[in-house]
């Protein structure tokens, strides 16, 4: 069956254009509440909604909180939160339901809401599609009676919640004193909280992207913009910068030299450290086709493995889940720990790094560059209608390429689940020859969605 709402995470759009209005979250919370009665409570149906620092998310959150409460459920807002702690509130207050709205790293004028189930994964495709088939349902048939309209109540303990959790994750006793810690929050949902985990565990604390005004969200700023970190890191002299992203739940890391570190290497230094601990579970990890092969030979000579899904954090933690893997993530820096999360969070990785940077007493730069990564070239090709991967040349040259990078490099084609784009990678040990096929497909590419257009 299509999908009319739920995309690869969530429902996601422009704030204030179908589907990010106000009408289809108050559907969405209607429908989404039904779903999750089940009818075998002892107290009322609860849901924990939290969100970022969008300007839209005042309208969307009452909106849900409407829809919600309109069902029978009462809701517990928490306001501006990572990600990752609303999973986690959504589990520690015994909630049917949890919601983060949020667009993650996009732009502020997006926005998006996330559902988690009871145990704080997110929803199965066959749960969005019940509720997508109630959204589109008669409202009225949903209403509870008057006498059983929920309640809605803030939870003034949510930051002091997660704040205390974040900090239970590093191994007993480890403080951070003497670090100087420079934290860019993006001005999203983790700009409270973050810097008070490290302050808290004795680090000196230097925030940037702490002051949202409901617009500059991940503006120029955060994981996917590092230079601002880059340069406050050279400037104070830390020993290392953090920049989370708008919902907080992925993370990058910058050095003391000012490199930057990727989510490939912060999985490789956490699955190191867990294995000599004997704490790493299923003989290795979980990546995404994105990951790079350096990571691939580095974990192999270590006597683990890295098992790839499609891109995707969902298709990583069903991987995880699945097979009984307690560490996965994507290049990008969002990494699921699942001793700890069961999502990603970017805080909760980056401590795993420091803790093991405290306990080698050596810097980040030397922590955290595990190995070397092969070359690696990622092209996008916009094109207007139609399929061009199924394109006779377009297969050729995919072909072609295959052949000529043979054993020592990966190719990888697929299409955007988001938007007309083809995004093709291939990495290898011949730089060079790495960027030719990828110059050869895109090409190719280019030439049958012309073609396909006109």
Known sequence: ???????????????????????????????????FQNGTHSHRPRVVIGKDTRLSGYMLEAALMSGFTSVGMDVFLLGPMPTPAVAMLTRSLRA?????????????????????????????????????????????????????????????????????????TLPRNLRLDGLRIVIDCAHGAGYKVAPEVLWELGAEVIKI???????????????????????????????????????ADRVVIVDETGRIVDGDQLMAVIAESWHRRGRLAAGGIVATVMSNLGLERHLRELGLGLQRTPVGDRYVVEHMRKHGFNVGGEQSGHIVLSDFTTTGDGLVSALQVLAVAVAADRPVSDVCQRFEPVPQVLQNVRFASGKPLEDERVKTAIEKAQTRLGNTGRLVIRPSGTEPVIRVMAEGDDEQLVGTVVGDICEAVRVAASQEAA
Do not use: W
């Open 1 to 35: 069956m299509s999908r009319r709402y739920f995309g690869t995470d969530g429902i996601r759009g422009l704030a204030n254009r179908h589907p990010m209005t106000s009408e289809v979250a108050l559907k969405v919370g209607m429908a989404a509440g039904k779903v």
């Open 96 to 168: 049917d339901l949890g919601v983060m709205i949020s667009a993650s790293h996009n732009r502020f004028d997006d926005n998006g809401i996330k559902l988690f189930d009871p145990d704080g994964y997110k929803l199965s495709d066959e749960t969005e599609l019940r509720i997508e088939q109630l959204i589109d349902e008669d409202s009225a048939e949903l209403l509870a009676a008057a006498d059983d309209i929920g309640r809605a109540t803030r939870v003034e303990s949510a930051q002091e919640r997660y704040i205390e959790y974040a900090k239970r």
């Open 209 to 247: 992207g702490v002051e949202p005004n409901g617009r500059n969200i991940n503006l120029k700023c955060g994981s996917t913009a590092p230079e601002a970190l880059i340069e406050k890191v050279h400037e104070v002299r830390a020993d290392i910068g953090i920049a989370l992203d708008g919902d």
